[in-house]
């Protein structure tokens, strides 16, 4: 607990939490996990559906087609489908052939995917045999999505990592629907920290009982992955799928995205419906995008964009879908002239974030330097708490299949009776959310406080200075994002000196979403500090 304490008050985040210094990090040469692959996946199983496909697929062909898919953006991947280099079936057996190779039980694994859809190769034939020639280069329409397994889909169960979900099999969540209209393919469930990182405490990011420990490619057992949407950031920075779909509370997209060289968006709430997602708090959560590219952000936040009659946000969101990408498309050079961006002086000392600051200057853009005032998140975690305790139990009755539980506690009383497997690190905060209570009155007040005070740790700056953003580091100031419910988009900005991922994160006032996708992707244009994982590019 007291890991997560520090992190959640000290940087405003309830994920990615190490009581840890920077030369504590680089002195760190091989982490030791309580558990480190699952215990409830069966991998014989897991590929029995695919078995013969890929055989016939081969290594041969996996090496032919890898060239023109692995590291390329959707727009890339269209072009080659449209000259005839590979089908969609085959993209998804490129991206299968992959999970299977570096994923699980090899020297190399990093247990980012808890499951894969079985039906995805049918489902890519049919894309093949219905695909029309004037399929745009900025199309959803045959790429594979890895889904965060606290989303729902009805082709495989959605377990949100906990061994008690594991056959909680579940219609489909707004946005996935959203996706397969627009012609996505699923391809599976990402591994995440258990219930979304709001479940044990002092467990390390990115494990869950279901998925086991993911592992951060650029470090395997070395660095952090990040949490909780840790498998899906994973996933993408290793090429074991070209894009995911992640959620945050307060840094789950921004924090593992960054800690693993990718791009993550943390859309303004009413942005993407929250419907069929297993909750922490109906105050503060969205999905959002995490891929390689911000073209590809762009692609598949309009994929998932729409106005869910059930999510009263989104039913408010005046611009409830909206063509990201056409917006990159129509950016004329790579020019950020008239644009004031606040850069915070604490963070200065950073030279990976000194660097990015001055890339930003040379992209045209005016920096002011500032002091962030101290602003504290009074009952930060008491808000998390008395969100989910109502906020769970209405997804089990609306959203959920045939599960034993109905509560957090009965989900505690489950875990109980075989603690060894399902709660190997306790579940200290599920137990904490239990003994929270509070009036409407006192939730209420709350929830203002943090409102007003996270504003104001933005709004101060960004109207004295006529900012257009502020920028941190990673998931730095994420907290103050999540409860002023502002949106951020963190890019890769280089590598420290452990070789340890760092982004640069942009955080704009609410449905700034296309700007921020614009800033973001003429620093990724101007600078390209993605690297590929060394180890997992064969």
């Not at 853009?365 to 009074?378: G, R, S, T, V």
């Amino acid at each position: 607990m007291h890991r997560f304490l520090f992190f959640l008050f000290l940087t405003a985040g309830i994920l990615n939490a190490q009581n840890k210094t920077e030369k504590e990090k680089d002195s760190i040469k091989e982490k030791e996990y309580k558990v480190l692959d699952s215990r409830f996946i069966n991998v014989d199983s897991l590929w029995a559906p695919f078995d013969r496909e890929l055989d016939n697929f081969g290594k041969s062909r996996y090496s032919e087609v890898a060239p023109y898919i692995f590291e390329k953006d959707i727009p890339e991947i269209q072009k080659a489908v449209k000259n005839s280099k590979f089908t969609y079936e085959e993209l998804a057996l490129y991206y299968l052939y992959r999970i299977r190779k570096f994923d699980r039980e090899n020297k190399l694994s990093l247990n980012s995917v808890i499951s894969v859809n079985p039906e995805i190769l049918a489902e890519a034939r049919k894309k093949d045999q219905l695909r029309k020639k004037s399929v745009s280069r900025n199309s959803i329409y045959g790429i594979p999505v890895l889904l965060k397994d606290n989303i729902n889909t009805e082709s495989v169960p959605t377990t949100a990592g906990a061994e008690v979900l594991k056959n909680n099999q579940t219609s489909d969540a707004y946005i996935t629907k959203r996706l397969k209209e627009n012609g996505a393919l699923i391809l599976g469930k990402a591994n995440l920290s258990e219930w979304a990182y709001f479940f044990c405490g002092d467990c390390p990011s990115g494990y869950s009982a279901m998925g086991g420990q993911t592992l951060n490619p650029y470090g395997r057992k070395i660095l952090d992955t990040g949490g909780s949407s840790s498998g899906s950031a994973v996933a993408v920075a290793a090429n074991l799928a070209p894009v995911a779909v992640g959620s945050e509370t307060s840094g789950s997209i921004l924090s593992p995205a960054s800690q693993n060289s990718v791009v993550g968006l943390k859309p303004t709430i009413g942005v993407l419906s929250r419907g069929g997602i297993i909750p922490i708090s109906g105050t503060l959560d969205t999905p959002g995008p995490i891929t390689r590219s911000v073209i590809d952000n762009a692609i598949l936040l309009s994929a998932m964009s729409g106005r869910d009659s059930l999510d009263n946000s989104t039913k408010a969101n005046p611009k409830a879908i909206t063509d990201y990408q056409k917006k990159l498309k129509k950016l004329k050079g790579t020019s950020l002239k008239g644009k004031r961006f606040g850069a915070i002086k604490g963070l200065m000392k950073d030279s990976v974030y000194s660097r990015a600051v001055s890339d930003l200057r040379k992209a045209g853009a005016e920096i002011i330097e500032f002091q962030a005032e101290e602003i504290q998140l009074p009952n930060f975690l008491r808000l998390l708490n008395l969100d989910m305790k109502k906020d769970l139990p209405a997804y089990f009755k609306n959203y959920a299949g045939d599960v034993p539980v109905n509560s957090v506690k009965d989900v505690l009383l489950y875990n109980y009776q075989d603690k060894e497997n399902r709660a190997p690190y306790g579940q200290a905060l599920f137990e904490g959310i239990v003994q929270d209570t509070a009036t409407a009155e006192e939730f209420a007040a709350i929830k203002d406080t943090l409102k007003t005070n996270g504003r104001k740790f933005f709004d101060v700056p960004m109207k004295k200075y006529n900012l257009d953003a502020i920028l941190s580091v990673n998931n730095k100031h994420a907290g103050f994002a999540a409860v002023a419910k502002y949106p951020a988009i963190t890019v890769p900005m280089g590598f420290s000196e452990n070789n340890a991922p760092k982004g640069i994160t942009f955080i704009a006032r609410p449905f700034m979403e296309t700007e921020l996708l614009q800033w973001a992707y003429i620093f990724e244009m101007s600078t390209k500090y993605r690297k590929p994982p060394e180890k997992y590019t064969d």
